[in-house]
């Protein structure tokens, strides 16, 4: 049988390939699609000046962010021994991501018993498979209470500098609220996901409606809650522009209260069922020590192209990574060739679902994708697909233009206008943006030199961790590290990771450690080989923040990406590398020695 025949697909391989072609081309734009606009002060984001004298704090930590990454720093320290740590926060609270957005139907898309991080230890079971938005939230404050934190944030505090004294070997961060904190190291967990998206469209000053951004979601206006029925837009139009995870989670809470939704899309998503239900009971308190452990350490096999004997997850993302084409190739020689074609099928099913829950036959072919399942985040959702078969919602698909422009009264489409009362842009995050215009100030090193200025022929890091001329720095973060779908459970690894490089400092008696030029060079070069090993397939895909928007280019790749390799080896490297090679990639300085 030929190799094509072993997968079930409608189409030959040739007609898909054009397809997808036919759909990137029609998608290609200029570079000046990444400009953004800043987002205007929302609710929540409007901070009042703390209540509180500016603060000066020594401490032998600082760490910059209490998302799940800061609050991880701060319990793999603790667990080292090393208790002395500030967290710096803008928000008023812990939680991050799950702090600032708020919005209708907000939950996790990796499984919650994978998601929410040291539930082994802190002996919580979550309610749902997959939590949602409040739930991950309160879990955050679970950890900060359990680990003792709260007492360790300076909350209210933007980090706006950070300078490196190499007299002193000590870092001074301050903040826009006159806060100065001085410490020996400092981590950089900001986030990723963190600075909205949001793209200059012509007129959009003109709008007389109400207008945000997901992560600004304005429940006066809207009414209702995060989980409640959101009344105020009873009797309202409203837009939601954009398609992608976050667009997915809100579009079927709106147009359950809305008179009219109109969803604008370029491209769309793929979304299948996510299976949600309440955790079994039952199930729970069977699990024995260590549960979790186990399922995080099966789940990182999958995602590295492993076969264990059992999936212990099985949500979309195991289906995904599983389905690849190896178990119907008769040899090694035939393991592309069949990776490629059960992507096709994948992708296959995703538009065979979407034909038997869409009724309308126009508006299921618009919701199609048309390129490889790792084009862009898939989404999996109970509800979304179903949401355009209602009378009140209407798809305007763009056909991969997007949307001309917004007017006083609403948003015109392809030449047809839309009014309005609110436009909700679900427009995503910044991820093709500079580092550090993303985490709100530039970190200045040795020699005075800025970060942004250190970065700009290319970014440069050992292992997406340390980075030549910035001692004592460290970066959790998906650029030039592994990646991996859960990023929690990512996080989790190089927070650990990091723990011991400073316990390793501080009982080592070195005052100051950093990759050399030479070691973060050969890191830097392994990036760019992964990242062209994934040029044939990114060039194939529809233009999205995974290849650089369709426009390839390996020094924007190097300062945006992660290591495209398999995550268990990344991990494996760095254990060696902790344990072996550390001597040779690190420029240490002692703590000098009084007589
Ligand atoms: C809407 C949404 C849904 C998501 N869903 C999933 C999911 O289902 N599964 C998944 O794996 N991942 C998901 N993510 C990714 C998510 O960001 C990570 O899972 C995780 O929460 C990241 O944690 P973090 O601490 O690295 O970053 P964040 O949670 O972004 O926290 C960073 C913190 O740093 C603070 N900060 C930033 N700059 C400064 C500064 N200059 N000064 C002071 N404080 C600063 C921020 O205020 C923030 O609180 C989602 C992201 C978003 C936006």
Redo the contacts with the bound molecule.
Sequence with gaps: MALADRFKLSLSPDDIRARYEQERRKRERAASDRIYRELPPEPREERAAPNRPPRTVRSEVAI?????????QAIHLKKSGIEDVVL????SD????????R?PG?????ESYS?LPLLDETGYIPKER?SR?EE?LAYCRLLAERYGLYDRIVFD????NAVWDDAQHVWTVT??QGDAVTARFVV????????AKLPVVAGSEKFRGRMFH??GWDYDYTGGSPEGFLDGLVGKRVGVIGTG??AV?VVPRVAEAAEHLYVFQRTPSAVTPRGNRPTDPAWASALAPGWQRERLDNFLAIASGRRPAVDLVRDGWTRIFLNDGADRAAGPEELAAAAELADMENMEEVRAHIDAVVKDRRTAEALKPWYGKHCKRPCWHDSYLETFNRDNVTLVDTDGRGIDRITEAGIVAGGVEYELDLIVFAS??EILSDYTR????DPVGRAGQRLSEAWRARARTLHGVTIPEFPNMFV??ALQGAA??????M?NYITRHIARLVDWAVTGQVASLEPTGEAADGWVGKVADSVRGYQAYNAMCTPAYTNNEGHYDETVALGRTAWMGAPDDYLRMIDRWFAEDMGRDLRTVRIACRS
């Excluded at 505090?157 to 706006?160: D, F, I, L, P, Y």
């Design positions: 910059v962010g209490a998302g799940f990454a800061g609050l991880l710096i926060e803008k928000g812990v939680g991050g991501t799950w702090y600032w957005n919005y907000i939950a996790c898309d990796i998601y997959f938005g991950i505090a933007q980090v706006s903040t826009d950089v967990a900001g986030g990723v996901l963190h600075k997901t992560t995870a976050t989670q995503g995050f993303r985490m709100g100030f959790v973060g991996l779908p859960n990023f929690v459970q996080i």
